[in-house]
T-cell receptor, first 114, second 114 residues
């Protein structure tokens, strides 16, 4: 079946703009995670959803970052007033049940803030 | 706070060698440990998931072992091939407010040359 998909694959935006990144998890997976990965680093946790609700958002760096999953499937990560330091690859993963199940990752969205 | 270290950071070997990649973690009270592969510009692909009650898991030429008490896991790759070239990451769930969010190492970058 289809894996985790993310759109867009690349996004270039100007400093101060608003961006939305989309994640479509594997069908039937109730848990969804967002991570951020900088060059040469491992993924850094941002937020975890169980169903529609954010079960753990302790990794969001500040209030410019927000994520939703209104119907318990697709999720959108929203970044307001982007800064150059937000440039990174944003990864989404899903798992069949809650943590700490086996995670399946999407290809990521490369965000570049100029 | 869980800290995950991977050694070596980079490895370059000729085809056919047997390889050992190391992952160490500071908090031994783990639930499981997952090994991933990441190709350049791509998302993460799950290789092996070891539950805390297990000592090892095998998949094809890959074997992962877990020694919880010493805070270590090893990924063994037999008869390496150029197609094994990638970055290998380990992740350990860290208990956080009732959820178990993975902490990732920085990875081992592997190059297998013909």
């Amino acid at each position: 079946g289809a894996g985790v998909s993310q759109t867009p694959s690349n996004k270039v935006t100007e400093k101060g703009k608003y961006v939305e990144l989309r994640c479509d998890p594997i069908s039937g997976h109730t848990a969804l995670y967002w991570y951020r990965q900088s060059l040469g680093q491992g993924p850094e946790f941002l937020i975890y959803f169980q169903g529609t609700g954010a079960a753990d958002d302790s990794g969001l760096p500040n209030d410019r970052f927000f994520a939703v999953r209104p119907e318990g499937s697709v999720s959108t990560l929203k970044i307001q007033r982007t800064e150059r330091g937000d440039s990174a690859v944003y990864l989404c993963a899903s798992s069949l049940a809650g943590t700490p199940g086996e995670q399946y990752f999407g290809p990521g969205t490369r965000l570049t803030v100029t | 706070k869980q800290e995950v270290t991977q050694i070596p950071a980079a490895l370059s070997v000729p085809e056919g060698e047997n390889l050992v990649l190391n992952c160490s973690f500071t908090d031994s009270a783990i639930y499981n440990l997952q090994w991933f592969r990441q190709d350049p510009g791509k998302g993460l692909t799950s290789l092996l998931l070891i539950q805390s009650s297990q000592r090892e898991q095998t998949s094809g030429r890959l074997n992962a072992s877990l020694d919880k008490s010493s805070g270590r896991s090893t990924l063994y790759i037999a008869a390496s091939q150029p197609g094994d070239s990638a970055t290998y990451l380990c992740a350990v769930p860290n208990a956080s407010g009732g959820s178990y969010i993975p902490t990732f190492g920085r990875g081992t970058s592997l190059i297998v040359h013909p």
